[in-house]
Antibody, heavy 116, light 108 residues
Framework: EVQLVESGGGLVQPGGSLRLSCAASGFTLSSFAMSWVRQAPGKGLEWVSTVSAGGRSTYYADSVKGRFTISKDNSKNTLYLQMNSLRADDTAVYYC?????????WGHGTMVTVSS | EIVLTQSPGTLSLSPGERATLSCRASQSVSSSYLGWYQQKFGQAPRLLIYGASSRATGIPDRFSGSGSGTDFTLTISRLEPEDFAVYYCQQYGSSPYTFGQGTKLEIK
């Protein structure tokens, strides 16, 4: 079964850092581009970042550029999102998604709360 | 950046009725890289339509997508109780891969 499981969310103070993980099963991560999408409480979906299948090309929303870094470890079949200089408006559920035909497989999400 | 505008914001219909949801792009979406997603409360989004008109795996044929360029439509031919949810369109042809603000489909 194709599955994505996120972890690493939690409560962090403004200015802090957090690393999210997304463990993939049922498919090979190296064959697909992968993305992070977030959803603030009560709000819509916001694309955050995408990494190419091989991991060499990365893309970011302006709102996170310079603060977040996407990467993948194909040997561990795991996607990451390193988040630095976190702000209150980064508070959201973060989903990882596989890019096959559009974003065709999604994880259940992990909650990140930025608050003092 | 391509801005996607969905209308209406909320659609109130009854089971068995036909639903028509609109997604308009601020500029042409390349190669019809337009997707539709359904999200129920407390759940992750689910892909319904990709490439503007192709149904994703396991999606019932009452869901259909159409359009090209800047105007796209999701149609649900006969609403089932489980179809009441929020629907998002997304363009994935050029970064940033933006989403529309969503249409809430509620029971009348």
């Amino acid at each position: 079964e194709v599955q994505l499981v996120e972890s690493g969310g939690g409560l962090v103070q403004p200015g802090g850092s957090l690393r999210l993980s997304c463990a993939a099963s049922g498919f090979t991560l190296s064959s697909f581009a992968m993305s992070w999408v977030r959803q603030a409480p009560g709000k819509g979906l916001e694309w955050v970042s995408t990494v190419s299948a091989g991991g060499r090309s990365t893309y970011y929303a302006d709102s996170v550029k310079g603060r977040f870094t996407i990467s993948k470890d194909n040997s561990k079949n795991t996607l990451y999102l390193q988040m630095n200089s976190l702000r209150a408006d980064d508070t959201a559920v973060y989903y990882c998604a596989k890019w096959g035909n559009a974003f065709d497989i999604w994880g259940h999400g992990t909650m990140v709360t930025v608050s003092s | 950046e391509i801005v996607l505008t969905q209308s209406p914001g909320t659609l109130s219909l009854s089971p068995g009725e036909r639903a028509t949801l609109s997604c308009r792009a601020s500029q042409s979406v390349s190669s019809s890289y337009l997707g539709w997603y359904q999200q129920k409360f407390g759940q992750a989004p689910r892909l319904l339509i990709y490439g503007a008109s192709s149904r994703a795996t396991g999606i019932p044929d009452r869901f259909s997508g159409s359009g090209s360029g800047t105007d796209f439509t999701l149609t649900i031919s006969r609403l089932e109780p489980e179809d009441f949810a929020v629907y998002y369109c997304q363009q994935y042809g050029s970064s940033p891969y933006t989403f529309g603000q969503g249409t809430k489909l509620e029971i009348k």
